[in-house]
C-alpha cells in the first residue's frame, strides 16, 4: 500500500492551526498512526486508529479520516511542534508502509 | 518507562556488513514484538522486519530478502538488525521501535536510532 502524504512543506506561524494530510493506495480502514520525528530524538507516536491520542499526547493533536483519507490537525502551533511527521498504515503488511513526510516549518 | 538504546553510529565500508543493537532499558521485550525501521537522506521511513523475541518468530521486507537478519537475546533484552552486502544507498538512521500491545501495528516506543554511514 502506497501512503502519500501533502503537503511535502507546511509554513505556518506558531499559535495558528495546522492541517496535515495522507492518502492511501487503496483502503485501510482506520488502521493509521501519526508520527513526529525531530533531530536527534527518537521518533514519537501520537496519532493510532486514526483518531486516538497515545499516551501523554496533548488535546491540540487530533487525526481523522478512515478508508484512503486522513488527517493530522494541530490546532494551535507551539514552537515545539515543529518537525517532520509521517502517516503509517498497519492494515496490510507486510510491510507496514509510511508517507514520504511533512515538515511543518516556522 | 521502558526506553530503547542503540549505538550512536557506524562505519562501514562497501560490501562488508553491520550489526546494530537495541537494548531494552527499564524493562523488557517479553511478549512484545520489536521491528527496524530505517530513515536514508532526503528519504521516508522504511520498513525492514519485525522479530517476536519470545519465540524468535522474524518477518522481513522483501526489499532486504537474503541481506538482512534479526535476532534476539531475550534474557538480555536485546534484539540485534544485522545487514549485509552494504551498498552506498544503505547509508541512513536506522531506528528498532517497540509494537505497542493494545494496537499490534503501531510502534510506540522507539530507540533514538544508530547512523550508519557506508564509504569507502
Known amino acids: 500500500i502506497v501512503m502519500t502524504q501533502s503537503p511535502a512543506t507546511l509554513s505556518v506561524s506558531p499559535g495558528e492551526r495546522a492541517t496535515l494530510s495522507c492518502r492511501a493506495s487503496q483502503s485501510i480502514s482506520s488502521n493509521l498512526a501519526w508520527y513526529q520525528l525531530k533531530p536527534g530524538q527518537a521518533p514519537r507516536l501520537l496519532i493510532y486508529g486514526a483518531s486516538t491520542r497515545a499516551t501523554g499526547i496533548p488535546a491540540r493533536f487530533s487525526g481523522s479520516g478512515s478508508g484512503t483519507e486522513f488527517s493530522l490537525t494541530i490546532s494551535s502551533l507551539q514552537s515545539e511542534d515543529f518537525a517532520v511527521y509521517y502517516c503509517q498504515q498497519y492494515n496490510n503488511w507486510p510491510p507496514y508502509s509510511f508517507g514520504q513526510g511533512t515538515k511543518l516549518e516556522i | 518507562q521502558v526506553q530503547l538504546v542503540q549505538p550512536g553510529a557506524e562505519v562501514k565500508k562497501p560490501g562488508s556488513s553491520v550489526k546494530v543493537s537495541c537494548r531494552a532499558s527499564?524493562?523488557?521485550?517479553?511478549?512484545?514484538?520489536v521491528s527496524w525501521v530505517r530513515r536514508a537522506p532526503g528519504q521516508g521511513l522504511e520498513w525492514m522486519g519485525r522479530?517476536?523475541?519470545?519465540?524468535?518468530?522474524?518477518t522481513s521486507s522483501q526489499n532486504f530478502q537474503g541481506r538482512f537478519t534479526i535476532i534476539a537475546d531475550e534474557s538480555a533484552s536485546i534484539v540485534y538488525m544485522d545487514l549485509s552486502n552494504l551498498r552506498s544507498e544503505d547509508t541512513a538512521l536506522y531506528y528498532c521501535?517497540?509494537?505497542?500491545?493494545?494496537?499490534?501495528?503501531?510502534?510506540?516506543?522507539w530507540g533514538q536510532g544508530t547512523m550508519v554511514t557506508v564509504s569507502s
Open positions: 522479530i517476536r523475541p519470545v519465540f524468535g518468530k522474524t
Open positions: 521501535a517497540r509494537h505497542g500491545r493494545s494496537e499490534p501495528g503501531i510502534f510506540d516506543i
Open positions: 527499564g524493562g523488557t521485550f517479553s511478549n512484545f514484538t
